[in-house]
T-cell receptor
Framework: EAGVAQSPRYKIIEKRQSVAFWCNPI?????LYWYQQILGQGPKLLIQ????????DSQLPKDRFSAERLKGVDSTLKIQPAKLEDSAVYLC?????????????FGPGTRLTVL | DQQVKQNSPSLSVQEGRISILNCDYT??????FLWYKKYPAEGPTFLIS?????DKNEDGRFTVFLNKSAKHLSLHIVPSQPGDSAVYFC??????????FGKGTTLSVSS
């Protein structure tokens, strides 16, 4: 079974530029999560999708971050414009369903450096 | 406001000995507690979990203990192996929601 795929693996941009990350969850997984992991911290949820609907985006900085999962499969996370404090690893995870606790599987992450 | 706390940033253990990683939480409404393991340049991988109605769960060399009155859980690794060297994250979850992670503890197992 293929795992969660993410691209790119690394990205370096200047502040105020835009960047987008892509995630392909495990086949059949209805729930998709984007987490932000700043160096020295644990992952923090940015947004949770159930199929193509948003379940929780309370911690997403909506003035600069956006995410979509149009067909209920792949997802993209965008930052526009980026700030220095956005430097982090962006992790995508998926689970079979978000209704009860189900194991979340993580992708390898995208390491973003904002200069 | 940290709901899940791992107060030890690092732990060093000799091969063959026991590793004990600790985690405290503040929210009594969590349904499950989990441990994830993370190697550099990889995403976290699930290690072991425990339901809030249990006090112990064992899987091979890994055992998680839950003390609800103290709002504390611990992960025991016996015996520790060099391949166990990684960052260990404690996480908590309520049904239908995302994981809430601690800051992690870096375990180093020396041979």
């Amino acid at each position: 079974e293929a795992g969660v795929a993410q691209s790119p693996r690394y990205k370096i941009i200047e502040k105020r530029q835009s960047v987008a990350f892509w995630c392909n969850p495990i086949s059949g997984h209805a729930t998709l999560y984007w987490y932000q992991q700043i160096l020295g911290q644990g992952p923090k949820l940015l947004i949770q999708f159930q199929n193509n609907g948003v379940v929780d985006d309370s911690q997403l900085p909506k003035d600069r971050f956006s995410a979509e999962r149009l067909k209920g499969v792949d997802s993209t996370l965008k930052i526009q414009p980026a700030k220095l404090e956005d430097s982090a690893v962006y992790l995508c995870a998926s689970s079979f369903t978000g209704g009860t606790y189900n194991e979340q599987f993580f992708g390898p992450g995208t390491r973003l450096t904002v200069l | 406001d940290q709901q899940v706390k791992q107060n030890s940033p690092s732990l060093s253990v000799q091969e063959g000995r026991i590793s004990i990683l600790n985690c405290d939480y503040t929210n009594s409404m969590f349904d499950y507690f989990l441990w994830y393991k993370k190697y550099p340049a990889e995403g976290p991988t699930f290690l072991i979990s425990i339901s809030s109605i249990k006090d112990k769960n064992e899987d091979g060399r890994f055992t998680v203990f839950l003390n609800k009155s103290a709002k504390h859980l611990s992960l025991h690794i016996v015996p520790s192996q060099p391949g166990d060297s990684a960052v260990y994250f404690c996480a908590s979850v309520k049904a239908g929601t995302a994981l809430i992670f601690g800051k992690g503890t870096t375990l180093s197992v020396s041979s």
